[in-house]
């Protein structure tokens, strides 16, 4: 069975980074897509960017132009490089790998949660004002 696992969150000040990284154990890697989530405090758990088999990327209007997914099926991780953070990306992030297997996923697909059949545990992000 597919395990995600999610590191590099932490505490960071407005305008900072981070890179968070997410490997998967198991046989299955390559062969789905990947996204990223968050969920903020109070509220409901959302898309932040995905990642499909192709390369073919996308991400949130709230996150895009600072946030950049990729992937190493050699190293069966996908990582999600955050810069000029706010308050508002104060989140748990969690990767998940998609229930289907496809080449291509279009943006409707890949921003569904319904689409994902794995989830990792989550890592903390705070970004302080």
């Known amino acids: 069975q597919v395990q995600l696992v999610e590191s590099g969150g932490g505490l960071v000040q407005a305008g900072g980074s981070l890179r968070l990284s997410c490997t998967a154990s198991?046989?299955?890697?390559?062969?789905?897509?990947m996204g990223w989530f968050r969920q903020a405090p109070g509220k409901e758990r959302e898309f932040v960017a995905g990642?499909?088999?192709?390369?073919?990327?996308y991400y949130a209007e709230s996150v895009e132009g600072r946030f950049t997914i990729d992937r190493d099926n050699a190293q069966k991780k996908v990582s999600l490089q955050m810069n000029s953070l706010n308050s508002n990306d104060t989140a748990v992030y969690y990767c998940?790998?998609?229930?289907?297997?496809?080449?291509?996923?279009?943006?409707?697909?890949?921003?569904?949660?319904?689409?994902?059949?794995?989830w990792g545990q989550g890592t903390q992000v705070t970004v302080s004002s």
């Open positions: 998940a790998k998609t229930r289907r297997v496809a080449f291509f996923a279009s943006r409707q697909y890949l921003s569904a949660q319904g689409s994902y059949e794995t």
């Open positions: 198991g046989r299955t890697f390559s062969d789905r897509a």
């Open positions: 990642i499909s088999r192709s390369g073919e990327r």
